[in-house]
């Protein structure tokens, strides 16, 4: 078993944690305004897919992925007018919003490109392997000023956790909500685009494989701090990278050693959730007094 502990372990954590941190730092925005966001997955998907697709067609890394942004927070503006405008369940809205883009890639992908399994291979020459991880990375200590020394994250924490508070301030509750989904979307996004043309080279079905769920779960372990949550993500891109490097090496069935991350998750879950405590507002929609 020594030669799973190497120098490679440690590269593949780091490179298999970056999407979970994307899309958990993004679900930390939302979250702290007081809105769920459990269709993190569905936004990585809709990254995924638009990252692959814009950059197949332009030959450009960056235009695809600034594509990506933009589909990413154009989902988010649905979700948010369904929880925000209209009240919607947001966990119903979030699961409908995952459903939705299980099959929108395929559909998407079998008009443009006659196949809805995968999107053409994308040249080595237009794959960004590491600029999404810096973008993670720098996002950590940002994320934590910006919720803590700016005026914004100030006001976002305080919408999160007493809304009609916030409002008597004179601090505008839907505008902030709005703001935080979107980014939300946007950096979830960011975080499919890096499986799609960061780690592979193209967009394959379903390819984000409940990575989405897996950073609401980080999210929760990490207390919804951006330091503790990307201490989760790199728990859990530990647990994935194991599972790989394993592959071959211990003799377990290799269904049992896939299955890991996931059940790593569940623990996670079980044994936190009640110990980490949300934000008083959160899945709670605000009605303004008249």
Same mark, same amino acid.
């Given at each position: 078993?020594?030669?799973?502990?190497?120098?490679?372990?440690?590269?593949?954590?780091?490179?298999?944690?970056?999407?979970? $941190?994307?899309?958990?730092?993004?679900?930390?925005?939302?979250?702290?305004?007081?809105?769920?966001?459990? %269709?993190?997955?569905? $936004?990585?998907?809709?990254?995924?897919?638009?990252?692959?697709?814009?950059?197949?067609?332009?030959?450009?890394?960056?235009?695809?992925?600034?594509?990506?942004?933009? %589909?990413?927070?154009?989902?988010?503006?649905?979700?948010?007018?369904?929880?925000?405008?209209?009240?919607?369940?947001?966990?119903?809205?979030?699961?409908?919003?995952?459903?939705?883009?299980?099959?929108?890639?395929?559909?998407?992908?079998?008009?443009?490109?006659?196949?809805?399994?995968?999107?053409?291979?994308?040249?080595?020459?237009?794959?960004?392997?590491?600029?999404?991880?810096?973008?993670?990375?720098?996002?950590?200590?940002?994320?934590?000023?910006?919720?803590?020394?700016?005026?914004?994250?100030?006001?976002?924490?305080?919408?999160?956790?007493?809304?009609?508070?916030?409002?008597?301030?004179?601090?505008?509750?839907?505008?902030?909500?709005?703001?935080?989904?979107?980014?939300?979307?946007?950096?979830?996004?960011?975080?499919? %685009?890096?499986?799609?043309?960061?780690?592979?080279?193209?967009?394959?079905?379903?390819?984000?494989?409940?990575?989405?769920?897996?950073?609401?779960?980080?999210?929760?372990?990490?207390?919804?701090?951006?330091?503790?949550?990307?201490?989760?993500? $790199?728990?859990?891109?530990?647990?994935?990278?194991?599972?790989?490097?394993?592959?071959?090496?211990?003799?377990?069935?290799?269904?049992?050693?896939?299955?890991?991350?996931?059940?790593?998750?569940?623990?996670?879950?079980?044994?936190?959730?009640?110990?980490?405590?949300?934000?008083?507002?959160?899945?709670?929609?605000?009605?303004?007094?008249?």
């Amino acid at each position: 078993m020594t030669e799973i502990f190497t120098l490679s372990i440690v590269l593949s954590t780091i490179r298999l944690a970056t999407p979970l $941190l994307l899309a958990a730092l993004g679900g930390l925005y939302s979250e702290r305004a007081g809105v769920i966001n459990i %269709a993190l997955e569905g $936004l990585m998907l809709a990254g995924a897919f638009t990252a692959a697709a814009v950059t197949y067609y332009t030959q450009s890394p960056w235009v695809g992925l600034l594509a990506a942004v933009v %589909a990413g927070a154009a989902v988010a503006g649905v979700h948010a007018v369904a929880c925000i405008q209209f009240k919607a369940d947001q966990v119903v809205s979030g699961t409908a919003i995952n459903i939705l883009f299980l099959g929108v890639p395929a559909l998407l992908s079998g008009a443009l490109f006659s196949s809805t399994g995968a999107t053409p291979q994308i040249p080595k020459e237009n794959l960004i392997p590491w600029t999404p991880i810096v973008i993670a990375v720098a996002l950590v200590p940002l994320t934590w000023y910006v919720l803590n020394r700016t005026p914004f994250g100030l006001r976002l924490r305080a919408v999160g956790e007493n809304p009609e508070a916030a409002d008597a301030a004179g601090v505008g509750v839907a505008r902030i909500r709005y703001a935080a989904v979107l980014l939300s979307g946007a950096l979830a996004a960011i975080g499919g %685009a890096y499986l799609s043309i960061g780690q592979a080279s193209l967009f394959t079905r379903n390819m984000t494989a409940g990575r989405g769920f897996i950073a609401l779960a980080a999210l929760i372990f990490g207390k919804w701090r951006p330091v503790q949550t990307m201490l989760a993500c $790199l728990l859990f891109g530990f647990a994935e990278a194991m599972s790989i490097q394993m592959q071959g090496v211990a003799k377990i069935p290799v269904q049992f050693i896939q299955i890991i991350p996931y059940v790593l998750t569940i623990v996670v879950l079980a044994g936190f959730i009640g110990a980490s405590r949300a934000p008083r507002a959160l899945g709670l929609p605000y009605q303004k007094e008249r």
